[in-house]
């Protein structure tokens, strides 16, 4: 006869079960914690083993280091970088470049849907151009901004600008369109006029869209900054990715690229809990 | 005098592809304080009947009358109570509540503290600061009824709003809301397909036909021991016979829309 198999026999089990409320859920939860932990090892895994091999491969001779620069140099630039006090200040250019950017698009493009939401007719006419104007690589529209605004901040804001409020137009536009009529049926037998619609039923109801908006623009405006850097700028994390190119110091653009994705990283928890705070119904 | 009349109605809609008569010559009349309902197979015009009297829709022709006055635009005489309670996902239970009375311009002390006192009444005073989400179909429908009745209208105007929920809650529902609707003495008017609703809670039904609709037959509802109770009229020994009548009525213009 086979003996019952002693549970718990292993010494992590019973940190696995914490909180459990009977053996059948203790499993359960030893199951999915495991499981957790191991996805969380695996990606913590690929990093490392990424930044291992690079390192080596670059000692050994792998891969050229005066191409692909490597860890150790990266970290040195970065720990240069913030001895000599220029890390912060082309951060902060970046960062402010940025926010100002995706708010004024998020913002300037929910201001233009609420036009294209009062007026249908502005809507039905001016739908055409829009989707031009959503299909044109901004990007590409870069030398028209330097040569109107010149080759300063406000090209690169203007890049960081219009590369988001298409998009947020049509995003916020969408939402509008997708609130229930019948809400808005409810509001007209109240009386409701058109503002107090759209300021009590359509700007609500569509909020979680512009939050959603915001989490897009902050992509694409980023994107607008760097470009602009990359064009006109002399601070910001653009202007040092370009110029490490230029005078071939790899590990610069490298150290560049990792800062802005951590960046780009806080920027997003940023709205995220922005997001959970504003939204506290669901 | 009659609270609502209807003189000779016609609703055309146009689209692109041309006109779809919803209602021809509907002839209607609900007295001060009378429930009445409107039967009818899908898109007969039911509903538009009730937007019409609103004041949402002007008909193509005739005369829609309230207290003997035509009909022109939206009036605060009116509640109208749509199959789905509509209440704003991120307003509390409350301010959902107080929202008709906002529009309106009536959101001081004493109405917001009527309609307090009716979320109190209808069983939501432990609910008022909860949002829509964390309540229940039928109290999400208790809620929106508070919503009409805060701006205290003289006749109430129902589309289907029990065909959302789940039968027993139905049937509790159509109790209470037949109980508050008598005690603060509406004169209501229920739209619904649901023939055995219509019977339980109506003073009076009128059948319509399939689009265009037009009346095509009335019932004056008297059942033994019904006290206002629409539970107890499903009991009463007449429901049957009037359940009979009306469903072969029912069935003649659901085969003619086949």
New interface residues.
């Given amino acids: 006869m086979q003996q019952p198999v002693k549970k718990n026999v292993r010494f992590y089990s019973r940190w696995f079960r914490r909180g459990a409320v009977s053996e059948a859920h203790g499993e359960y939860l030893e199951r999915i914690r495991k499981r957790e932990m191991l996805i969380v090892s695996y990606q913590v895994l690929i990093g490392l083993m990424f930044l291992v091999f690079w390192e080596v491969g670059a000692r050994v001779g792998w891969i050229d280091p005066f191409i692909t620069s490597q860890p150790s140099k990266v970290v040195d630039t970065i720990v240069g970088l913030f001895h000599s006090g220029k890390l912060w200040i082309h951060i902060w250019t970046t960062v402010w470049e940025t926010t100002v950017g995706f708010i004024l698009g998020t913002v300037g493009g929910s201001l233009i849907a609420v036009l294209l939401w009062w007026s249908k007719w502005v809507a039905d006419i001016l739908e055409p151009y829009i989707v031009i104007l959503n299909s044109v690589p901004k990007v590409a529209l870069g030398p028209v901004f330097i040569v109107w605004l010149g080759s300063g901040t406000p090209a690169i804001l203007m890049m960081a600008l219009s590369i988001s409020v298409i998009v947020t137009v049509m995003m916020v536009f969408n939402g509008f369109n997708e609130v229930?009529p019948?809400?808005i049926?409810?509001?007209?037998?109240?009386?409701?006029t058109r503002q107090?619609i759209l300021t009590?039923?359509v700007l609500?109801?569509t909020?979680p869209t512009m939050i959603a908006a915001l989490k897009v623009n902050l992509g694409l405006s980023l994107v607008g900054t760097i470009v602009g850097e990359f064009l006109v700028s002399k601070e910001g994390l653009g202007y040092l990715i370009v110029y490490g190119g230029q005078v071939f110091n790899m590990s610069l653009v490298m150290a560049s690229v990792i800062i802005l994705c951590i960046v780009a990283a806080l920027l997003y928890y940023a709205v995220t809990v922005l997001e959970k705070r504003l939204?506290h119904?669901? | 005098m009659d609270k609502v009349t209807l003189v000779g109605v016609y609703m055309t809609y146009v689209n692109k592809s041309g006109e779809i008569p919803a209602l021809a010559d509907v002839h209607l009349n609900v007295k001060a304080e009378e429930f009445v309902s409107l039967l009818g197979p899908s898109g007969c015009g039911k509903s538009t009947v009730l937007s019409l009297i609103a004041g949402m829709l002007r008909p193509t022709r005739g005369q829609i009358l309230i207290d003997g006055e035509p009909v022109a635009g939206t009036s605060p005489k009116i509640g109208y109570m749509l199959q789905h309670d509509h209440l704003l996902e991120w307003r509390n239970i409350r301010h959902n509540v107080y929202l008709g009375l906002e529009v309106r311009g009536l959101a001081d002390k004493e109405h917001c503290r009527h309609a307090d006192e009716l979320l109190i009444r209808y069983g939501l005073g432990g609910f008022m600061n909860r949002y829509p989400s964390e309540l229940s179909g039928g109290m999400r429908q208790r809620a929106a009824l508070a919503r009409t009745l805060a701006l205290e209208p003289e006749v109430v105007l129902l589309d289907e709003p029990f065909s959302a929920l789940d039968y027993q809650t139905r049937l509790l529902l159509e109790e209470e809301v037949a109980t508050i609707l008598k005690q603060e003495r509406k004169t209501v008017i229920l739209v619904t397909h649901d023939i055995a609703e219509a019977i339980a809670m109506s003073d009076r039904i009128i059948v319509l036909s399939a689009r265009p609709g037009t009346v095509k037959a009335e019932y004056t509802i008297k059942l033994s021991g019904k006290n206002d109770s629409p539970f107890a009229a499903r009991q009463a020994p007449e429901f049957r016979e009037y359940f009979r009548e009306i469903w072969s009525v029912l069935e003649e213009s659901h085969a003619a829309a086949r």
């Fill in positions: 229930n019948d809400t049926k409810l509001m007209q037998s109240f009386g409701a107090q009590k039923v609500p109801a909020f939204i119904w669901k």
